[in-house]
């Protein structure tokens, strides 16, 4: 109960101290009339004092109100005619300052004719509140039970405590509100987890100390009530988005048997297959690596996965057309759409893929390799395009490694250039290389490291001695040095051929160099 409903029940109580008490609210009463009294307080109480302790020494009252303050009292109610013949200062200034109301009780009042009442009004109240919350929270479960809205759960919130509100949905990324409202650090928030993950927070336009238990239980109701619909929604996108994975993975594994099979289910999903359309895979680089060096980060990591395939997939639904995607491991397989069958298409998507890599790898400091396969006229043949881009990737990394955008028509050559890794039989013209390899494993030099660089820069001594930051006339050197090393000339194409021809098979084929 309010203090000021005391106040009310006494007409004769006299408010000693001059500030507002409106918003003091009482849930007990009790005498403390011992020295040590205020020891036994346990909070939110209305104290009464016939004032016998303070009869030797005045100087006390100040101390014990500091006292009844600190432990999380509510106020003071003190005789003060029967043990003093006037109110002492001391008392109403430091009561004053503490903002801790003291209230003159008259002296012919027995304790007894005070608790009682006060006892019985708090009781009273404790029985309509638990009567008044039992209701409301089974309205809030009325909210569930009938598939209602969040927004319905939050607009019942409003309706019962008159606070304006905002709710964010990280799950959705949704905001709901009542009203817009100048937020402040001093607003009532409250989180609500799943699995230890934050995915929702309530903001009210109300500071958190003027709310009151009731106040308080109600919203714990409707953040359980919240925490259950988000947490469905939840489980509804990822069933919805298992049964779709699965789908597509028939699609790109040639899993379809015919194509009446392949339309009934696309409508399920309200899926667009018609065109041509093209497979595109992005596999992040070291990210298995990544999981196993840092087990106790893996689901930091697994939620850093999920936001940049969410990214890359944002991206692509701006920039493209409606896309179809399947999430595989560590990897995310995109089937394009395309206005033909023409594979300079490809060169544009190339673009836009490139620029996509640099924001993620500056959002989330992780790089992706990226294979693309050739553009097909019927999506019952897509899972060519799957396979050309899966060899994309492998070839790709054997190339260069990571980090690298590999389209079919560009690396098909090396695909057939691998096929020969497996023969028993070193093929010859590979010779020129392994007599560089063994030149500088004998004299310690870096011969065959400068041939790379030429090889990687067209060729250009110019080029070379640049990125290398060594001067001109050096690369011009170690460009004849090789010449001799091979004892054959450097400017003959069919020479630079072979030798490019036997770096490329020496990187698809490491073991030569074990």
Known sequence: MKLTEILDMFKDFELLTNFSIDDIEILHTTVLDAPDGATYACGNEFVISSGYLFKQNEKEIATYIKRLKNLGCCALGIKVERYFSKIPEEMLKVANELKFPVINIPIYYPFSSVITPILAKILDSKVDNLTKTEEIRNNFIRIVVENKSLKTTFNYLFSTLNIDYIFYDYFLDKKYYNKVFLKNENNFSKSIFSKNKEIGKLILNIPK????????????????????????????????????????????SGNIQSKEELLIRAKLFDIDIDGYSSVIIFDIDNYKYSIVQKPLENIKLEEIKRKMFEKIIQNFELLKSKILYYKKSDSLVLITKHNSSDNTLLNEL??????????????????????????????????????????????????????GIFKYDDIEFFKILSTTINSSKTPSFINDILKILKYDKEKDTTYFETLNRLIENNWSLKQTSKKQFLHYNTIKY???????????????????????????????NKNILE
Do not use: H, P, W
Not at 216 to 225: P, Q, R, S, V
Not at 231 to 248: A, M
């Open 209 to 252: 100390i003027e709310l009151s238990e009731f106040d308080k239980t109600i919203i714990d109701y409707a953040l359980e009530i919240a925490l259950i619909q988000i947490e469905k929604e939840i489980t509804i996108v990822k069933l919805k988005e298992n049964y779709l994975n699965d789908f597509i993975s028939d699609i790109l």
């Open 350 to 403: 190339e673009f836009l893929v490139s620029k996509l890599k640099k924001i993620i790898k500056s959002d989330f400091n992780f790089t992706f390799t990226v294979g693309m396969g050739n553009i097909q006229k019927d999506i019952m043949d897509i899972n060519k395009s799957y396979e050309e881009a899966l060899d994309c990737i492998k070839i790709g990394r054997l190339l260069e490694e990571n980090d």
């Open 478 to 508: 170690r460009f004849e040095k090789i010449s001799e090393i091979i004892n054959k000339d450097l400017n003959d194409n069919n020479t630079r051929f072979l030798l490019e021809l036997g770096y490329r098979y020496l990187k698809l």
